[in-house]
T-cell receptor
Framework: SQTIHQWPATLVQPVGSPLSLECTVE??????LYWYRQAAGRGLQLLFY??????ISSEVPQNLSASRPQDWQFILSSKKLLLSDSGFYLC?????????????FGPGTRLTVT | SQQGEEDPQALSIQEGENATMNCSYK?????LQWYRQNSGRGLVHLIL?????REKHSGRLRVTLDTSKKSSSLLITASRAADTASYFC??????????????FGKGITLSVRP
């Protein structure tokens, strides 16, 4: 069966510090991968998605970047965090090449920038 | 822009009552999906209804879709305290291509009082 992991679960970082969040997917090959951010009490904002190794699409201009060094690994990064980067970050995957884009989500990372 | 808009934003009911949540959208869809999010957790897929379907059931869940009105409803029957969560609709557009993807609404907060 497929599983998705995210870490860390929670993170408190000062403004201006770097960020690295990791997401890994097991039990499936060549998944589509997604990074979302959810502000408190708000909906999901799609940040990045990837259809393969090294293939990243950015949805909104921002202080963040994403990379996919392995088929099963998706990393969200920042060189210098802003207060506005605080939020709940969710990684998700879906089966590639299908018309039904059902998504499977990880447990999330709660990021607080102080 | 957000494709799915849920209504109401918040709903509070007594255990045992039915909960009805609505979702409206703007453009043509291939399918519509409902997800649940418990506080501080990732989203979990509940049910998917295709554009050529009008109603679908899964346990205590009933989903309807009216493509002429571009709306869907999620009914949870005989609610339980464990149903307390946020519920999101997500639309999967009928157009294909690298830029087509699920779009989530802002969510409905359901509270079920014991």
């Amino acid at each position: 069966s497929q599983t998705i992991h995210q870490w860390p679960a929670t993170l408190v970082q000062p403004v201006g510090s770097p960020l690295s969040l990791e997401c890994t997917v097991e039990g499936t090959s060549n998944p589509n991968l997604y990074w979302y951010r959810q502000a408190a009490g708000r909906g999901l904002q799609l940040l990045f998605y990837s259809v393969g190794i090294g293939q990243i699409s950015s949805e909104v201009p921002q202080n963040l970047s994403a990379s996919r060094p392995q088929d099963w690994q998706f990393i969200l990064s920042s060189k210098k965090l802003l207060l506005s980067d605080s939020g709940f970050y969710l990684c998700a995957w879906s089966v590639a090449g299908t018309r039904i884009r059902k998504q499977y989500f990880g447990p999330g990372t709660r990021l607080t920038v102080t | 822009s957000q494709q799915g808009e849920e209504d109401p934003q918040a709903l509070s009911i007594q255990e045992g009552e039915n909960a009805t949540m609505n979702c409206s959208y703007k453009t043509s869809i291939n399918n519509l999906q409902w997800y649940r999010q418990n506080s501080g957790r990732g989203l979990v897929h509940l049910i998917l209804i295709r554009s050529n379907e009008r109603e679908k059931h899964s346990g205590r869940l009933r989903v309807t879709l009216d493509t002429s009105k571009k709306s869907s409803s999620l009914l949870i029957t005989a609610s339980r305290a464990a149903d307390t969560a946020s519920y999101f609709c997500a639309t999967d557009p009928s157009v294909t291509g690298a830029n087509s993807k699920l779009t989530f609404g802002k969510g409905i907060t359901l509270s079920v009082r014991p």
